[in-house]
């Protein structure tokens, strides 16, 4: 699975951004999808995952209530709409294909470039 992240970009805090993943191959529909993001000299962290059906979605706390993962298995493509971003949301934001529904980043074997959102203050 090769997997390409896209709409990243600049906005003032409070703003909205969605990013989207698409994937290429046949078997999307049969991995579970996360989102990971890294900002500045800070370790990789876990963002939200999402079943292959579709449900169960998974928050990280720090996103809880403002983030929102989707999938749509038709277009191979996973979304994550971002509301209410605050600064500290900065980062590069990483797709990733695995085998469970977990935020540990070892359970994900394919991953995408990263898209960069920088929010403002």
């Known amino acids: 699975v090769q997997l390409q992240a896209s709409g990243g970009g600049l906005v003032q805090a409070g703003g909205s951004l969605r990013l989207s993943c698409a994937a290429s191959?046949?078997?999307?529909?049969?991995?579970?999808m996360g989102w990971f993001r890294q900002a500045p000299g800070k370790e990789r962290e876990f963002v939200a995952a999402?079943?292959?059906?579709?449900?169960?979605?998974y928050y990280a706390d720090s996103v809880k209530g403002r983030f929102t993962i989707s999938r749509d298995n038709a277009k191979n493509t996973v979304y994550l709409q971002m509301n209410s971003l605050k600064p500290e949301d900065t980062a590069a934001y990483y797709c990733?294909?695995?085998?469970?529904?977990?935020?540990?980043?070892?359970?994900?074997?394919?991953w995408g470039q990263g898209t960069l959102v920088t929010v403002s203050s």
């Open positions: 191959g046949r078997t999307f529909s049969r991995y579970v």
């Open positions: 999402i079943s292959w059906s579709g449900g169960s979605p």
């Open positions: 990733a294909a695995g085998s469970a529904l977990t935020g540990s980043d070892d359970m994900y074997n394919y």
